[in-house]
C-alpha cells in the first residue's frame, strides 16, 4: 500500500522554539512512518531548507510575518507540498479560508497527539483531516446535520458497519489496527458532537445505512 516503504517526510514550521522542540522529540519518537526532516521558526527558512520540497508541512497559522496564509498554501500547493494547518484557536472564517486556499487539515494545538500524526498521514493521501469540534464551528453547528466524513472515515465505517472487525478494516484498508480505532474513535465523536450516539456496532451501522455510507443489502458476512 502507499506509505509503507518510503516514510512520509515532513517539515514543521512554528515561531514558538519550545512548542517546535517538543514537537519534534514527540513526532521522531511517535511514528516510524513519519520522517521529520526539517523544524523551522520562519517561512523563508522553510522554502530555503535543503530538504524542501517535503511531502507534508505542518504549519503554524500564527506566523507573525504578514504572508497571508493563502498565500503560503498555494505556493506549498505549486511545489507538490500537502499543508496541515495548527494554531491556538479555532476561528471558523479564518479555518474556511485556509481550506478553501487548499490546506488539507487543520489542528488546534490542544488537540491529541495522536491525532496530529492522524492529520499528517490523511494529508500524505490527499485527504482532509478536521477534528469534530472544527467541524461543527465551520458547519454552523446545525445539530441533526450529518456530519462531514473524510473518504477514508466513510470507508472505514462501510467495512466496520458492514460487520468487519477492526483488524479486518485496517487491513483491507492498508492501516494499522490502532489507526483503524482512531477513525472509529473520530467518527463516533463527529456523530456525537451531531447529535448522534453510534457507540454500538449496530448504531454505527444503523446510521451508515441511513446516511447512504452502507446500502441496506450489504449485510454482514458472517450471517
Known amino acids: 500500500m502507499s506509505n509503507t516503504d ?33 523544524a523551522v521558526t520562519t517561512w523563508p527558512e522553510l522554502l530555503t531548507h535543503p530538504e524542501f520540497p517535503v511531502d507534508v508541512v505542518l504549519l503554524d497559522l500564527d506566523l507573525k510575518d504578514n504572508i497571508p496564509v493563502s498565500l503560503k498554501i498555494s505556493t506549498l500547493k505549486t511545489t507538490g507540498v500537502k499543508t496541515v494547518l495548527m494554531s491556538t484557536y479555532s476561528e471558523p472564517n479564518v479555518v474556511r479560508e485556509a481550506l478553501a486556499a487548499g490546506a488539507l487539515g487543520y489542528l488546534v494545538k490542544s488537540e491529541d497527539a495522536e491525532m496530529i500524526v492522524e492529520a499528517i498521514r490523511a494529508a500524505s493521501q490527499g485527504e482532509s483531516y478536521i477534528s469534530a469540534e472544527l467541524d461543527l464551528a465551520i458547519n454552523g453547528g446545525d445539530v441533526g446535520g450529518v456530519p462531514k466524513l473524510s473518504a477514508q472515515e466513510r470507508r472505514v465505517m462501510a467495512l466496520y458497519g458492514g460487520g468487519e472487525p477492526v483488524k479486518s478494516v485496517a487491513f483491507q484498508l492498508g492501516i494499522s489496527e490502532e489507526t483503524a480505532k ?8 463527529k456523530y456525537r458532537v451531531a447529535g448522534y450516539d453510534v457507540g454500538t456496532k449496530v448504531a454505527l451501522r444503523k446510521r451508515a445505512i441511513q446516511d447512504g455510507i452502507l446500502l441496506q443489502t450489504d449485510m454482514p458476512r458472517q450471517l
Do not use: F
Not at 15 to 32: C, K, N, Q, V
Not at 182 to 189: F, T
Open 6 to 38: 518510503e516514510p512520509i517526510r515532513l517539515a514543521l514550521v512554528d515561531d514558538h522554539r519550545m512548542l517546535l522542540g517538543a514537537l519534534t522529540e514527540w513526532i521522531r519518537g511517535a511514528a516510524s512512518d513519519i520522517k521529520l526532516v526539517a
Open 182 to 189: 482512531s477513525y472509529l474513535k473520530r467518527i463516533r465523536e
